[in-house]
T-cell receptor, first 116, second 112 residues
Framework: NAGVTQTPKFQVLKTGQSMTLQCAQDMNHEYMSWYRQDPGMGLRLIHYSVGAGITDQGEVPNGYNVSRSTTEDFPLRLLSAAPSQTSVYFC???????????????FGSGTQLSVL | KQEVTQIPAALSVPEGENLVLNCSFTDSAIYNLQWFRQDPGKGLTSLLLIQSSQREQTSGRLNASLDKSSGRSTLYIAASQPGDSATYLCAVGNNAGNMLTFGGGTRLMVKP
């Protein structure tokens, strides 16, 4: 059972470039989400989804887009990368409505992104 | 806006000690509280989830308590082991239950 899989593990971008961080889960979880982790600021929610075709903004959504066309996949798109987006990105999923259903979150191993 | 604070930021103890990690939050209108463990270079692993109506949860050597009125939670680790060395984070679910606010974590080192 693979759980939550994130690719790539490391990425270096130049300012202005675009890219997509991939997240896939094989647990048939309805809830999926993206967090960024920065030193001294903890994890902050970027976007989340409670099912295919449904997405919503989290605490820090600016500069990021998401879509949820299937239950398994929840990609995160950076449209025009900025140095402020240098961070470690985590994808997390859970059953049902996630935290709103008192369900535990399962995290991927993260993507370390550097924007020069 | 909810703020979550974890003190201390780092803790070093000898193997075998019982220890307590602290988490405080500013808004008591929470949906739930979770404790996570994060190993270096890895993702987070959920340890315990306490619903807003509960006072504590236990799993093996771990016990988490919740006092909503005072805005506090503690994670008690009994008989600590070197394998417990990791960063421990608490996260508070907002009243709608759709968003978690994380604390900055406590980095624990258990020395053999």
């Amino acid at each position: 059972n693979a759980g939550v899989t994130q690719t790539p593990k490391f990425q270096v971008l130049k300012t202005g470039q675009s890219m997509t961080l991939q997240c896939a889960q094989d647990m048939n979880h309805e809830y999926m989400s993206w967090y960024r982790q920065d030193p001294g600021m903890g994890l902050r929610l970027i976007h989340y989804s409670v099912g295919a075709g449904i997405t919503d903004q989290g605490e820090v959504p600016n500069g990021y887009n998401v879509s949820r066309s299937t239950t398994e996949d929840f990609p995160l798109r950076l449209l025009s990368a900025a140095p402020s987006q240098t961070s470690v990105y985590f994808c997390a999923s859970s059953y049902g409505r996630g935290p709103a259903a008192n369900e535990k979150l399962f995290f991927g191993s993260g993507t370390q992104l550097s924007v020069l | 806006k909810q703020e979550v604070t974890q003190i201390p930021a780092a803790l070093s103890v000898p193997e075998g000690e019982n220890l307590v990690l602290n988490c405080s939050f500013t808004d008591s209108a929470i949906y739930n509280l979770q404790w996570f463990r994060q190993d270096p270079g890895k993702g987070l692993t959920s340890l315990l989830l306490i619903q807003s109506s509960q006072r504590e949860q236990t799993s093996g050597r771990l016990n988490a308590s919740l006092d909503k009125s005072s805005g506090r939670s503690t994670l008690y680790i009994a008989a600590s082991q070197p394998g417990d060395s990791a960063t421990y984070l608490c996260a508070v679910g907002n009243n709608a239950g759709n968003m978690l606010t994380f604390g900055g974590g406590t980095r624990l080192m258990v020395k053999p």
